[in-house]
Structures are given as structure tokens and as C-alpha cells.
């Protein structure tokens, strides 16, 4: 593959339909100020990020199981599982989030939509079509995937150009500019914000799988840095653009296709249909494929016996059938719940970043020991680098380590709460398959970690039971 090539693919992969409720996400939380402050913080961290999976990729290329394979070769099978866990428990969820906003935009011009149980109604629906058309073989075409990478595309440089040219005005953008109208504290808007830029960038781990497929391991480098400081220009250029056409108060209150609103202020109705238009079939095409892959994480889990054998089986059409069952029942109980406690499409992304941040936090944790070994494991696999080298992936390393666990603090503990609660279930299902296998359960570190998760999962049944926890 070309530099070009990764880049396109990069950006296929990670540029999503966050972008299209941007707007609204961030003005809820922040001002300019702390926006600008925000982006910066997320494009150092969540470019370290991509580094670690891609410094990872090249250390250890015996390790093909997916983002959690490194975390379990290097912190153990339980840490490694709560890590699949984590990514697939927030691929479930972030389907229901990208159903929401399809149907939710699709019932501005179509508004029977609007109503709560008929919008849970067509979501479901549409999951167990799709679960169905899966289970058959159906692939994602290759003309499918040109079509949504261009129907994100051109609507957001259409935004950009548009407003920049004609909607943008300076003194709307510094007219409170470090939101002190809010009667929000700048910490307190900066943590607000920091999730959601984690959500738009989610899928920039997947650089790593297109390193093999690289000329050479200096193409992957430049366009890991192209394709993300390109996804990082549109983010901020979206950001930055809308606080120049709306105040604050103005975007927190928009709905949650927040930048056909913008657009639609700025040149009229058709405006909005436009943007509308490329987030249907955006969301539409990372739904089906989001779907087809939130099956791998169970899939390889249980070709690597850390759950039953038969949830990795494929049927006689090559489609692993027990593992998209499961995973499309789970996205119907996520229905049912959110839907019946109004969980705005907010609270989802945020509670879904939670979860994916799991293997974020350890694979960057597991590169910081390798960096830090005097010598290799002599019993394990590893391409290693010379000291200079080494030194500059231990410093992406700690960068990571040191992001991804300030985005914890940052994170709203309703979320980090409820993230633990919504891990029991699967630490179940690992205990019994382990006992089955005759296999020890856990070490002193990860019954440490089980404790962690437990009394974090006590304090949100009895927050939920006693309603003083509750999703927004």
C-alpha cells in the first residue's frame, strides 16, 4: 500500500458520525476557550494512542487477536479479557447511539419518528435486519464503503467552506469566549469536554492493522500523522465554526444532528437537508458495519478460550452466528434500557467511550513494560528496537498511560460507575468458563482489579435502586 492509501483507509476507519453532533456535544459542556484547549490535549493524547498500537503492531507481530491481544499478553488472561470486554461492550452500545441519530434526523422531515417508542421500535427493527442479512454472508461491498466515506466527506467540507465564508462571525466566536456566562469553572468545562473528543476519534487504533500491508514501516509513520492531523483538522475546523454562527447556549440547546443545524442558520433550509443527507448514510454504513464487527471481539476471545468455543464457530454461510446473536440480544437489551429512561444519545456516547477506553488504558500500560525490560522475555516473541529508539516508545508510552487514565478522572463517575456494573455480567461468564477448564482464576493483581470492579458495580446498583444515580 501507498502512503496515500493508509491514509484514505485511516480516515475511512475513524472519521464517523460524531462529527455530525458535534456541535451540540461540545457546546453543552464548554466554550471556545476550553474547546481549543480541549482538541489540543486530545490531538497529543490520542495521537500517542494510535502510536502505541502501531509501535505494539511492529514489537509484536505474532499477536494478530485484535486490540486486546496485547493486553493479555502482557498484563494476563483477565485483564486481557476485561479488555475485549470493555471494546466490545462499547461497540454494543455505540450501535444503539449511531440507531438513535439516524432515526432521530430521519424524524425531523418525518416526524412520527419523534416519538420515543416508536424510534426504539424501527431501532430495533432495523438491528435484527441487519443481524440477519449478517448471518447469511453478507459482506460490506467495497462500493459501500466509497459511498459512506464520501457521503461524510463532502458534507463536512461543504460545512466548513460555507460557514468559514459566509456564517462565521469573530464576535459570536470571543463574544464569551472562555464561557464565564455559563457560570461553568474552565477545569470543569475542559474535563466536560474530553470524552467527547475520545468519541469522534475512536477507530484510529485500527492504524495498527494496516501496518503489514505497508511498503515500508516509514509509510506508516507519515500517514498516521497525515490521516490524523487530517481528521483533527476537520474536528476543530466543525468545533470552531459553529461558535462563530451560535453562542454557546445556542448549540447546547440544538438538536442532536447538530451541524445540519448549524448549516441550515447559516444558508437556509437546504442546508440542513445536505448535511442530514451524508449523516443517514453515514450512520447507516458504519451501523451495518460496526454490527459485522462487534461479533470479532467474542469471536477471537473465544478461539483464544477465554469464553466457550461455540460462541467462535461460523455457520455453513462463514458467519459467526452465536457471536452475533449474542451481540445483537445485548444491543436489544441496551434498547429497551435506554430507551425506557430517555438516555439521551449523549449519555450513550459518553457511557460507550468509557468502555473503550479499557484497552486503551492497558495496551499503552503493556507497552511501558516492554520499553522498560532491560532484556526481552526470553519465553515470548518480540522485535525490539534499539535503546534510542526504545526510549522514544517508552515516552509515547507514558503519554498514553498518563491520557487515557486522566480521561478516567475527567469522566463523569456516573459513567465510570455504571461502566463497572456493566462488566459483572461478562466476569461471570469468565469465571464459569475457567472453571470448566479446571483453570486458576485469577492472580493477586487481577483480584485486586475483580475487587476494584465489584465495589465500583455495589455503589452504582445501589445509586440506580435509591435513584441517586441515573443516566441524563
Request: hydrophobic residues 55%; aromatic residues 12%.
Amino acid at each position: 500500500m501507498t502512503v496515500w492509501t493508509l491514509v484514505s483507509l485511516i480516515i475511512g476507519s475513524t472519521l464517523g458520525s460524531g462529527i455530525f453532533a458535534l456541535p451540540q456535544n461540545i457546546g453543552s459542556v464548554a466554550g471556545p476557550g476550553a474547546m481549543l484547549t480541549g482538541w489540543l490535549i486530545a490531538g497529543v493524547g490520542m495521537l500517542s494512542i494510535a502510536f502505541v498500537f502501531q509501535i505494539l503492531a511492529r514489537r509484536k507481530p505474532e499477536l494478530d487477536s485484535g486490540v486486546y491481544s496485547y493486553v493479555r499478553a502482557g498484563l494476563g488472561d483477565f485483564i486481557g479479557f476485561t479488555s475485549g470486554l470493555g471494546y466490545w461492550l462499547g461497540s454494543v452500545m455505540a450501535q444503539v447511539g449511531y440507531a438513535t441519530l439516524f432515526f432521530g434526523t430521519v424524524g425531523h422531515y418525518f416526524p412520527v419518528f419523534q416519538n420515543q417508542w416508536v424510534l426504539a421500535v424501527a431501532v430495533s427493527v432495523l438491528t435484527w435486519v441487519i443481524f440477519f442479512a449478517l448471518t447469511r454472508g453478507v459482506k460490506q461491498a467495497a462500493v459501500m464503503n466509497l459511498v459512506v466515506t464520501v457521503a461524510k466527506v463532502v458534507p463536512i467540507l461543504c460545512f466548513i467552506l460555507l460557514v468559514a465564508f459566509l456564517g462565521f462571525s469573530w464576535d459570536t466566536f470571543t463574544g464569551d469566549f472562555w464561557g464565564e456566562g455559563t457560570g461553568t469553572a474552565f477545569n470543569t468545562q475542559l474535563k466536560g469536554i474530553m470524552l467527547y473528543t475520545v468519541w469522534v476519534f475512536i477507530g484510529i487504533e485500527g492504524a495498527s492493522v494496516y501496518s503489514k500491508q505497508a511498503r515500508s514501516r516509514r509509510d506508516v509513520g507519515r500517514a498516521t500523522i497525515i490521516g490524523f492531523l487530517s481528521i483533527l483538522f476537520l474536528l476543530v475546523a466543525v468545533s470552531t465554526l459553529s461558535y462563530g454562527v451560535l453562542t454557546q447556549e445556542e448549540l447546547a440547546a440544538l438538536p442532536d444532528n447538530s451541524m445540519a443545524a448549524v448549516l441550515e442558520a447559516v444558508v437556509g433550509p437546504w442546508g440542513g437537508l445536505l448535511i442530514s443527507v451524508g449523516l443517514c448514510l453515514s450512520v447507516l454504513g458504519a451501523y451495518v458495519s460496526w454490527q459485522m464487527l462487534c461479533a470479532e471481539p467474542i469471536v477471537l476471545m473465544a478461539r483464544d478460550g477465554l469464553l466457550p468455543k461455540s460462541l467462535g464457530r461460523v455457520n455453513d454461510a462463514g458467519a459467526p452466528f452465536a457471536a452475533q446473536l449474542v451481540s445483537t440480544v445485548v444491543i436489544q437489551f441496551f434498547v429497551i434500557v435506554f430507551f425506557a429512561n430517555e438516555t439521551s444519545y449523549n449519555a450513550m456516547v459518553q457511557l460507550a467511550t468509557i468502555m473503550y477506553l479499557l484497552p486503551y488504558i492497558f495496551s499503552a500500560i503493556y507497552l511501558v513494560t516492554l520499553c522498560a525490560r532491560p532484556e526481552p522475555n526470553p519465553r515470548s516473541v518480540e522485535v525490539r528496537p534499539g535503546a534510542r529508539e526504545n526510549r522514544r516508545h517508552l515516552i509515547l508510552g507514558l503519554v498514553a498511560s498518563v491520557y487515557s487514565l486522566w480521561l478516567i478522572y475527567a469522566a463523569d463517575p456516573v459513567y465510570v460507575l455504571l461502566g463497572a456494573l456493566i462488566v459483572v455480567p461478562g466476569i461471570l461468564v469468565y469465571v464459569w468458563n475457567k472453571r470448566r477448564r479446571g483453570e486458576a482464576l485469577f492472580n493477586r493483581f487481577e483480584w485486586f482489579v475483580v475487587a476494584l470492579v465489584l465495589v465500583g458495580a455495589a455503589f452504582a446498583l445501589v445509586g440506580l435502586l435509591n435513584g441517586t444515580l441515573v443516566l441524563d
